[in-house]
């Protein structure tokens, strides 16, 4: 009812994703610099998009762990709150890194992940579809079919490799699963045979670390996953960023009538 305070409304709750990511951190650490009275349930990327798709249908408050590009910023009318002590750092980029034996021992491949680079709106493209409920692998046939010109850019001049196993890290989130299956396909078509695994953030990285994987293109640098580049940084190579202008943070449909993660404190 009206009378009820806004955390009263939200059931004091934050409709999270996977323990053990970036912006689930980043979210402990907002409870604790905003003094939130707030619970975080952890779920997954899939979980907490369904639960804001019924609540938006209803215009009922959620808060969400959110990040972009992520295609919910699309579906939805959906507001970052404002986060003046940046628990959730800055505006950042999502980079390649590879085990160091990568550009020796795949040439072919460090110089294709070298050289993969898109945009939002790329990126935003393959969500799209998957949202649809395109699998991976056709959103990125389909993606890769419209912009055969970027591809044969990555892919120029390139020495072809003879069904070689290449094995590439990622996550289940929506960005992860664009950009990883562009990547697979691109790695395919000089003759690559990739497998794909799908980790936890942490181990994600220690599998590049440990040459358990050969690469993962999911880095968010410099603050989501600043825990795992300092741990890690000394047994990976970082190839630079193949998408500029990433964001994480906790987000509300713009119906709400709040703007900052202080609005959330009693
Ligand atoms: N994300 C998507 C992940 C990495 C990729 C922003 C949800 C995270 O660590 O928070």
């Known amino acids: 009812t009206s009378n009820q305070t806004i955390q009263e409304q939200l059931d004091y709750e934050i409709i999270g994703i996977d323990a053990g990511t970036g912006v689930m951190a980043s979210t402990d650490v907002a409870i604790e610099t905003y003094d939130l009275d707030f619970n975080v349930l952890s779920s ?30 699309i579906e939805y009318d959906l507001k970052f709150l404002d986060d003046p002590e940046l628990a959730f750092g800055e505006s950042e980029d999502i980079h390649t890194v590879v085990h160091p034996s990568v550009e020796e021992e795949h040439p072919s491949a460090f110089e294709v992940l070298d050289r993969f680079y898109w945009t939002e709106e790329d990126m935003g493209y393959v969500q799209g579809l998957l949202y649809e409920g395109t699998d ?3 959103a990125a046939i389909d993606w890769i079919a419209d912009n055969r010109d970027v591809v044969d850019e990555w892919i120029e001049d390139v020495e072809p490799v003879d069904g070689d196993e290449f094995l590439l ?19 395919e078509e000089i003759g690559y045979e990739v497998s794909v695994n799908n980790l936890e953030v942490t181990i994600m990285w220690q599998a590049v670390a440990q ?11 410099p603050h989501t996953h600043a825990a795992q580049y300092e741990s890690f940084q000394d047994d990976v190579l970082d190839l630079g960023p193949n998408l500029e202008g990433a964001r994480i943070g906790l987000a509300v449909p713009s119906y709400m009538d709040i703007d900052s993660i202080e609005d959330l404190r009693e």
């Open 136 to 138: 991976d692998d056709e």
């Open 169 to 187: 890290a990622s996550g289940a989130w929506d960005s992860e699963r664009s950009s990883t299956a562009v990547v697979k396909h691109v790695l």
């Open 211 to 221: 040459g358990d994987a050969h690469a993962h293109v999911a880095a968010w640098l």
């Open 44 to 73: 997954s990327d899939a979980a907490m998009t369904s639960e804001l798709g019924s609540r938006y249908a209803e215009e009922e408050p959620i808060v969400v762990t959110a990040w972009t590009p992520h295609w919910k910023f």
